[in-house]
């Protein structure tokens, strides 16, 4: 029985010394939804397509990684509808187990004290509509939610706060973003989120990166500042935003 003990001691011991690798070897993988609501310009379907490649280079299995879109190309390649129902069912059925984490990532137009615009459904998606199925889905796990459109900041607020989840929006929700341009790659904040992403250890880091190159960007074209807002739960202050 001695012996047991402290071969135990010796195990707890070292998983401390080694930074917990035996804990982590079971620390579960990141549940993802990325959609883009609108066609008009490329820049929402670049931002997901590149944040969908960018997971799964880090390991997050593909079956994981759910995009959809509005635009008619994408949908020729398989890629689901980002209608209002499909996103919503795709939210509310993730199968987010105890130890993981949900990434939700929405990026199109915005309609002000409206939502998300959601062009396959020609409507806008409510923020009440999406904490609930975000209840359903991720439920209690981890849960980090970036909301990249004009008059975005009021999904960081009301039903969407929880102790669990991080959000992060483009704007204030009476405020426009900028940068959809047709010719560009990326609007203003998913190209600042992108570039963002990798330096910083928790999403506090990435949110001040991603709101610092905002300014920058606005700054050098002279618009107005778009204020992108955040909120981050007691339960998750600390999260790593290495995937």
């Not at 799964?56 to 509005?70: D, Q, T, V, W």
Request: net charge neutral; with cysteine.
């Amino acid at each position: 029985m001695k012996h047991m003990v402290s071969r135990l001691a010796a195990l707890v011991l070292a998983a401390m010394l080694s930074g917990g690798h035996i804990a982590a070897a079971g620390s579960g993988t990141w549940q993802v939804v990325l959609a883009a609501g609108d066609d008009h310009q490329p820049v929402f379907d670049d931002a997901t397509l590149a944040l969908a490649e960018r997971l799964h280079a880090a390991g997050i299995p593909a079956k994981n990684i759910h995009r959809l879109s509005a635009s008619a190309a994408e949908l020729r390649r398989g890629v689901e509808p980002a209608t209002a129902e499909n996103l919503l069912r795709r939210i509310a059925g993730l199968p987010a187990q105890p130890r993981d984490r949900c990434f939700i990532f929405l990026t199109s137009h915005g309609e002000y004290n409206a939502g998300v615009w959601l062009a396959r459904s020609q409507r806008a998606l409510h923020p009440e509509e999406l904490a609930q199925a975000l209840s359903r889905g991720c439920a209690a796990v981890p849960t980090v939610v970036v909301v990249s459109s004009c008059y975005s900041g009021g999904f960081a607020t009301g039903a969407m706060v929880k102790p669990n989840r991080i959000i992060l929006t483009a704007s204030r929700r009476d405020r426009p973003s900028f940068g959809c341009q047709v010719e560009r790659t990326y609007s203003f904040f998913d190209g600042c989120f992108l570039r963002a992403l990798p330096a910083g250890d928790d999403w506090k880091a990435v949110f001040r990166g991603t709101a610092r190159c905002v300014a920058h960007e606005e700054n050098e074209l002279d618009e107005p500042p778009s204020d992108p807002q955040a909120y981050f739960g007691a339960a998750v202050t600390t999260l790593s935003a290495q995937f």
